[in-house]
């Protein structure tokens, strides 16, 4: 049983940055592709951002296309969400998931029910 442990979260203003990072109990280099899902109230559960097991391809949504950076560290076995530019639009739940499955980091981006293991989750919120 994987166990997935985000942090970083907190408050930003507008125009500020926050760094999430994602550290899973065990070893998940080229056995795990991990993702980066967010929440906000009253709204489904959606992908921000995926990368695979190795690290070579990672997919962005469309809403933080240019803002955020996925990254894994193999070495320290960490994850992380760079996210720039915040607008009070990425204030959410950000929840760390993995998967093994193979296939696109696009596709498990968008399939929130098909991950495997879930973290609980940091919050971001993003007001002036």
């Known amino acids: 049983q994987l166990q997935l442990v985000e942090s970083g979260g907190g408050s930003a203003q507008p125009g500020g940055s926050l760094r999430l990072s994602c550290a899973p109990s065990?070893?998940?280099?080229?056995?795990?592709?991990i993702g980066w899902f967010r929440q906000a109230p009253g709204k489904e559960r959606e992908g921000v951002s995926c990368?695979?097991?190795?690290?070579?391809?990672?997919y962005y949504a469309d809403s933080v296309k240019g803002r955020f950076t996925i990254s894994r560290d193999n070495a320290k076995n960490m994850v992380y969400l760079d996210m720039k530019i915040l607008t009070p639009e990425d204030t959410a739940v950000y929840y760390c998931?993995?998967?093994?499955?193979?296939?696109?980091?696009?596709?498990?981006?968008?399939?929130?029910?098909?991950?495997?293991?879930w973290g609980k989750g940091t919050p971001v919120t993003v007001s002036s």
């Open positions: 998931a993995a998967d093994s499955a193979l296939r696109s980091v696009k596709d498990m981006c968008a399939d929130v029910s098909g991950m495997e293991y």
């Open positions: 065990g070893y998940t280099y080229d056995v795990y592709a």
């Open positions: 990368i695979s097991r190795r690290g070579g391809f990672w």
